[in-house]
């Protein structure tokens, strides 16, 4: 059981950015798969899941900016990031939820994907 974290870069304020997350070893689709991200010297934070059935949900500070959808043919979820500010710059994570439910919190993901960088800057 994998999960593999890509699309990360350097954008600028106002940009946009796709991040992915493709598994291994399971089937994405009957899974909670979370998105997580941390700042340079802060927690780590959920920012958004999707359920199972595809329902999602997303932290109070970044509603309306992300989107996160699932494409089971490619057993991969996709986060799109759009609007960047530099406070969204950090490392963000996939995870993997123990069963088909998904929230916004570390203790229900058994599996992680490496993280990768998003740098907001001008």
């Known amino acids: 059981v994998q999960l593999q974290a890509s699309g990360g870069g350097s954008v600028q304020p106002g940009g946009a950015l796709t991040l992915s997350c493709a598994a291994s070893?399971?089937?994405?689709?009957?899974?909670?798969i979370g998105w997580f991200r941390q700042a340079p010297g802060k927690e780590r934070e959920g920012v958004s899941c999707i359920s199972g059935s595809d329902s999602t949900y997303y932290a109070d500070s970044i509603k309306g900016r992300f989107a996160i959808r699932r494409d089971n043919a490619k057993n991969t979820v996709y986060l799109q990031i759009s609007d960047l500010k530099p406070e969204d710059t950090a490392v963000y994570y996939c995870a993997k939820s123990v069963g088909s439910t998904c929230r916004l919190r570390f203790g229900v993901y058994d599996r992680w994907g490496q993280g990768t960088l998003v740098t907001v800057s001008s």
């Open positions: 070893g399971f089937t994405m689709g009957s899974y909670g």
